[in-house]
């Protein structure tokens, strides 16, 4: 009569077994093809008085396209992003002309980037410089 008990638990041991390593299986097979790491939208969302136009990675960086819609012509001083290298130098942008901003980052393809954009300028007769800011999240070609 024992030996009926411990059959009875050990078959009943070896379903449980059966069934959770089908379980990690499938969860493996899933993990495997993307099905927990989704991929998120472009996003730029630049405040004013810029407009972010397009955004786009790779793996040597960040290409930021950008209108000036301040109504006059801006100088762009200092340019940071969350994670990159910080971008030197000082652009000028025209009313409502479009400059691309080259930020050098070293990137994984095919993982998603979300940063935090910083741009700091001036305006046309004034020597205050003022901030603008940007959460970016692109896709890494």
Do not use: H
Not at 12 to 22: D, E, Q, R, S, V
Not at 70 to 75: F, H, L
Not at 83 to 95: E, H, I, K, S
Request: with cysteine; proline share 4%; charged share 10%.
């Amino acid at each position: 009569m024992r030996e009926k008990r411990g059959q009875a638990a050990m078959e009943f041991l070896m379903t449980y077994g059966w069934a959770i390593l089908a379980a990690v299986i499938v969860i493996g097979v899933l993990a495997s093809f993307g099905v927990f790491s989704p991929k998120l939208p472009t996003a730029c969302v630049l405040s004013p008085p810029f407009y972010c136009v397009a955004v786009a990675a790779d793996t040597v960086g960040v290409d930021i396209e950008v209108r000036n819609g301040a109504g006059g012509t801006v100088t762009v001083t200092n340019l940071t992003l969350e994670g990159c290298t910080p971008v030197a130098g000082t652009y000028v942008m025209v009313d409502q002309n479009v400059t691309i901003f080259s930020i050098p980052c070293a990137l994984i393809s095919g993982e998603n980037f979300q940063g935090d954009l910083t741009v700091i300028y001036t305006t046309a007769g004034s020597t205050l410089e003022q901030i603008s800011s940007a959460s970016i999240t692109v896709e890494v070609k």
